[in-house]
């Protein structure tokens, strides 16, 4: 088993009335992990791109995804595998998300425009039990 050491740092001389620093980290257990960058080609849940399947993970898993579109208003959107489809990000962009998600939800995306590429990661322990076919 290893460990995954994710940090953020967030600054701003000028949003505020004060100065904006706040830097927060964690360290998790992980023995396995993956990124992965893909074109995709749907571009709405009908044949979105699988990035987290469902109980893959024992505990939490850990998501990375990042719009690797470089115009803002070409978005990524990324949604729980649910009867409703909901989604619950949305990347512009050169955008990027690190989360921690419930291990027992399938994760999907889909992209404003045909062959967009986003790149994804899942970290954390896996389950023998699971597998991607």
């Known amino acids: 088993m290893g460990l995954l050491n994710a940090s953020l740092s967030l600054n701003s001389p000028d949003i505020l009335s004060s100065v904006v620093s706040v830097s927060v980290g964690v360290a998790v ?69 690190f989360m921690p998600v419930k291990n027992d939800v399938t994760l999907k995306a889909y992209v404003t425009e045909v062959d967009q590429i986003i790149e994804y990661g899942v970290f954390g322990l896996d389950s023998s039990s699971v597998t991607l076919s």
């Not at 791109?49 to 470089?70: E, F, G, P, R, W």
């Not at 989604?87 to 512009?92: D, G, N, Q, R």
Request: proline share 0%; hydrophobic share 40%.
């Open 29 to 97: 257990n992980a023995d396995s992990g993956n990124i992965t960058r893909s074109k995709v080609a749907a571009t709405g849940a009908t044949g979105a791109i699988t990035i987290y399947k469902a109980n893959d993970k024992l505990d939490s898993a850990y998501v990375y995804v990042k719009n690797m579109h470089q115009e803002r208003e070409k978005f990524a959107y990324v949604f729980a595998d649910t009867t409703d489809d909901a989604v619950f990000l949305k990347l512009a962009g050169n955008e990027f998300a």
